[in-house]
């Protein structure tokens, strides 16, 4: 069946230094993987996408990697601040019939030290 | 600002009783979805919409149904609330015509209790 996010459920990282989140899938038919960040108290928001034809996307202060070979997905933050505690969901989209969905992960909380 | 609503953030219940969980959203997207969200397990979906009177079926299904009966308004209905269905209820809308489908607008959630 499909599957998505495989990766550890909590990440500890130093407030300055790069935070790098992974992810795993199993469906090679997703034409988007997708980043979500859930702050404490409210919905997911979007963050980043990367088109399944590409291996890596930049936005502001975080990339995306995108390996289909080993089917790894990461989201590389740069700097990490305060503000980017919060619990990173990687998601996947997937057509069926002729709507799509998302298939979210389990999710990887992320901590800041000061 | 864009923005999707729904109509609690907590709610407790009884098990038995009927619940209705609303939501709108402000972006005349045709496409809303309703997850649950539980620890360990992520987002998992129920139900969605991608137009009004219409409805699919998510991974989850069983005992919840919807309703849509205007564009910005998508309804998740437990028909009779079970202790396992107390968990957080996410409302999400997107719009396909924008070509990214998969990027969802959510709302704050609900947090169910069924006692």
């Known amino acids: 069946g499909e599957s998505v996010g495989l990766h550890l459920p909590t990440l500890s990282v130093q407030e300055g230094d790069n935070s790098i989140i992974n992810c795993a899938y199993s469906?090679?038919?997703?034409?988007?993987f997708i980043w979500y960040k859930q702050e404490s108290g409210k919905g997911p928001q979007f963050i980043i996408d990367?088109?399944?034809?590409?291996d890596k996307r930049q936005g502001q202060r975080v990339t995306v990697l995108l390996n289909k070979t080993v089917k790894h997905l990461s989201l590389q933050i740069a700097a990490t601040q305060p503000g980017d505690s919060a619990v990173y969901f990687c998601?996947?989209?997937?057509?069926?019939?002729?709507?799509?969905?998302?298939?979210f992960g389990s999710g990887t909380r992320l901590s800041i030290r000061p | 600002d864009v923005k999707v609503t729904q109509s609690s953030r907590y709610l407790v219940k009884r098990t038995g009783e009927k619940v209705f969980l609303e939501c709108v959203q402000d972006?005349?997207?045709?496409?809303m979805f309703w997850y649950r969200q539980d620890p360990g397990l992520g987002l998992r979906l129920i139900y969605f919409?991608?137009?009004?009177?219409?409805?699919e079926k998510g991974d989850i299904p069983e005992g919840y149904s919807v309703s849509r009966e205007k564009k910005e308004r998508f309804s998740l209905i437990l028909e009779s609330a079970s202790t396992n269905q107390t968990s957080m209820y996410l409302c999400?809308?997107?719009?396909?015509?924008?070509?990214?489908?998969?990027?969802?607008?959510f709302g704050p959630g609900t947090r169910l209790t069924v006692l």
């Open positions: 469906n090679s038919a997703s034409d988007y």
């Open positions: 998601a996947e989209n997937i057509w069926y019939s002729s709507a799509s969905k998302i298939i």
């Open positions: 999400a809308s997107s719009s396909p015509l924008s070509g990214r489908f998969h990027e969802q607008f």
């Open positions: 972006m005349d997207h045709e496409n």
């Open positions: 990367i088109r399944s034809n590409m």
């Open positions: 919409s991608y137009d009004v009177k219409m409805k």
